[in-house]
């Protein structure tokens, strides 16, 4: 089975290939293919997917080019994890917001909205291509901003494409740690849009135990969200946010700490990843420490402008074990492959699921997965706070994917004055000015 990689010169690739090293079942991948623009990059990653396979039985071959027809051609499975405009891209999307004053976040407000209007004509173009050349692939989207993307794609490719995301699952994972539950045995009553959701629920041996948590101090101080958040408010939602709440729940603190870091995060994300592709740049760099140096570095340091407006300080070691966006990817592949049967949390159409939202809107629910694909499940209604945040992102969204489609400079703008980090219609122009002038991605817009 012939696994494609869109963006396959990216940081995160050796742990897609790392969940692929333990699976040696019937069925299993049997190669890789590595695209990217960069050349360069794509070349560091399949070195360091090299050591890491070494001496590993059965190992998936891996192959690297920068053609996307050669990589789409006979793959059974696409994973989309490119970034348009590179990390260079996201640190202007958050500096050109944070000198007016609102989030530049990659997914979340101004941010989000920039960098969904440079990358939905280039994931649009990508579906066409594998509509064209293959047909009968499964695509699972990475590329943020992960819900805008995959519903762009579903658009050409329906529900052969599938997204995904590892924030859902690390809550219910350290949920149910501080729970004492099994996170593989537990159900995780969880809904939303992409970094935009709820956990209301963990359900073990069919009881919900999440009150138990709201109701013991102790214990919702104990874990990454609880700290973020605080108690109070979490038992005032009787839900525990997604970790991105905290860009619209404390929207003014979380301006505050990026506007007063020494860097934002794209830019020191842009620093660090480049330090480390010159590193690769050397022969006789050994790879794969060089990459685990740097994901280590990268992950103790998620989130940390909100964490120092939350005063939390630095993540404990327990926090720093994410949902793992390559095991729900590798999960997800099984699934359909050879048609065992999985609950996972995934971006897919709505269907009827959530009736304040249509039945084409992607959205973020656990789904029974198996041969047929992802399926989502029933789920109670959305309190009417929650109902108000999920209507207006998604219309935003909606707004994005028809100036994306249009080319309107006036789409665009509505796009961003709608938002609800986004507090002023004179804001919205300014931004669209200033990320136009910058990136050339965004070329296409016109009055």
Excluded at 87 to 107: P, Y
Excluded at 410 to 430: E, G, I, N, Q, Y
């Amino acid at each position: 089975m012939k696994l494609t990689i869109l963006g396959g010169g990216g940081f995160r690739v050796p742990l897609v290939y790392g969940a692929l090293l333990g699976d040696h079942a019937e069925g299993r991948v049997t190669h890789v293919t590595l695209y990217d623009l960069d050349e360069g990059r794509v070349s560091a990653i399949a070195r360091v997917l090299a050591e890491q396979g070494e001496g590993v039985p059965d190992a998936p071959g891996v192959t690297a080019t920068t053609d996307l027809d050669e990589a789409l051609r006979g793959a059974d499975f696409v994973f989309s994890a490119i970034r348009v405009g590179g990390l260079e891209g996201r640190a202007a999307d958050e500096r050109i917001a944070l000198a007016e004053g609102v989030l530049g976040q990659e997914t979340v407000g101004a941010g989000g909205i920039a960098y969904g209007l440079r990358t939905v004509p280039v994931a649009v173009r990508v579906a066409r291509r594998i509509a064209e050349l293959a047909p009968d692939a499964w695509v699972i989207n990475f590329t943020n901003p992960a819900g805008l993307v995959t519903e762009a794609m579903s658009r050409i490719l329906g529900d052969r494409v599938v997204g995904i995301c590892d924030s859902p699952v690390g809550l219910g994972r350290r949920v149910a740690r501080v729970l004492g539950a099994d996170p593989d045995e537990a159900w995780i009553d969880y809904v939303g849009l992409n970094h935009l959701g709820w956990l209301r629920g963990l359900r073990v041996g069919g009881r919900d135990v999440l009150p138990r948590l709201l109701a013991d101090e102790e214990a919702l101080g104990s874990f990454e969200e609880g700290r973020l958040f605080g108690s109070e408010w979490l038992r005032s939602l009787g839900a525990i946010p997604n970790e991105y709440l905290h860009y619209y729940y404390f929207n003014r603190e979380a301006v505050h700490a990026y506007r007063t870091a020494e860097r934002t995060r794209g830019a020191y994300l842009r620093d660090q990843q480049a330090g480390f592709y010159a590193e690769m740049a050397k022969p006789d760099t050994p790879a794969l420490d060089a990459w685990h140096r740097t994901l280590a570095d990268r992950e103790a340091t998620y989130m940390a402008a909100n964490r120092e407006a939350a005063g939390t300080g630095e993540r404990d070691e327990e926090d720093l074990e994410s949902g793992g966006y390559e095991k729900v990817a590798l999960a997800l592949m099984r699934a359909i492959a050879r048609d065992e049967r999985a609950t996972l949390i995934l971006n897919v159409r709505n269907g009827t699921t959530l009736a304040a939202l249509d039945a084409d809107a992607v959205i973020e629910v656990p789904c029974l997965v198996d041969a047929n694909g992802a399926h989502p499940v029933s789920v109670s209604p959305l309190p009417y706070h929650a109902v108000g945040l999920v209507t207006a992102v998604k219309a935003v969204e909606r707004e994005v994917l028809a100036a994306a489609e249009s080319g309107s400079r006036t789409t665009a703008v509505k796009a961003f004055a709608l938002h609800p980090l986004v507090d002023s219609v004179a804001v919205a122009r300014r931004l669209v000015d200033g990320y136009t002038a910058e990136h050339p991605g965004l070329a296409y817009l016109r009055p």
